[in-house]
């Protein structure tokens, strides 16, 4: 069975810094990229930043030079670095971290930015 912690969440003001990691346990296997998604309240689910095995890294234009993904693969953990943060960068974010024919998602870390 594998799974997937989120952490790190938390309040923060703007213009302030936050590092999420997702950790996965269990039966890791294969080539997989993980991602970081948000989810803000009234809004869909939608991909924030992705990494493969080989460490190339995607972004989402509205977070692009200020977060930063990584991933130590020895720990199974996958980070999000996340600078300058704004207000509308307040969601629940999520890992999803596929295995195999399967994805499996954290529970979630709330970051929420306010002043």
């Known amino acids: 069975q594998v799974q997937v912690v989120e952490s790190g969440g938390g309040l923060v003001h703007p213009g302030g810094s936050l590092r999420l990691s997702c950790a996965a346990s269990g039966r890791i296997f294969g080539v997989n990229t993980v991602g970081w998604y948000r989810q803000a309240p009234g809004k869909q689910r939608e991909l924030v930043a992705s990494?493969?095995?080989?460490?190339?890294?995607n972004y989402a234009d509205t977070v692009l030079g200020r977060f930063t993904i990584s991933r130590d693969i020895y720990k199974k953990t996958v980070y999000l670095q996340m600078n300058s943060l704004k207000p509308e960068d307040t969601a629940v974010y999520y890992c999803?971290?596929?295995?195999?024919?399967?994805?499996?998602w954290g529970q979630g870390t709330q970051v929420t930015v306010s002043s």
């Open positions: 990494i493969t095995s080989g460490g190339a890294t």
């Open positions: 999803n971290w596929p295995v195999g024919t399967r994805a499996y």
